[in-house]
């Protein structure tokens, strides 16, 4: 499937991704909440992040239409039957210019016109920038909860937020 919005190209992921995909992941303020709070290094975007979003299914490449820029990925992938969980990356280079909300929204209105019932999504707590992007696609607060993290990051004490918005 291909989306696209005014200014976005949202496609598969294809294996010369893998480049931009290092340059996303690797970079410390995207990986600020996510996962163990570190940048990942190419080695693990090579042997089991690009695997993952090639073909596979709920997965785009986010790219700026005027220039071509990779701008981060969506996803939309499935949880289960008419459920799908949001989420987002783009590259610091393009925050604050509304690319997570249009792309989102895009894929929200994609997902409930093929079928889906029930759109999902959770962040930590404390990310604010993203829990303002899924409140502006309409998503809305569900609960907060907290979870036993292993090793936990700055910012996990004040727990993680579930978002959702139905058909």
Known sequence: MH?????????????SDLDSLVWLLGEPRVM??????????????EAEVLPRVLGGTGWWAGVEKASGSFVGWYELSPVSDGVAELGYRLHPSFWGRGYATEGAKA???????????RV??????????SRHVLEKVGLRHVRTFFE????????????????????
Do not use: C
């Open 120 to 129: 999902v999504a959770t962040a930590m707590a404390v990310n604010t920038g």
């Open 32 to 45: 600020r909440y996510i996962e163990d709070g570190k940048p990942v290094p190419r080695e693990r975007v």
């Open 107 to 117: 894929l929200v209105a994609e997902g409930f016109a093929s079928g889906l019932t």
């Open 3 to 15: 989306v696209e919005t005014e200014r976005l190209a949202l496609r598969e992921f294809v294996e």
């Open 148 to 167: 036993d993290w292993p090793d936990p990051i700055p910012g996990s004490e004040h727990g993680d937020v579930e978002y959702e918005l139905s058909r």
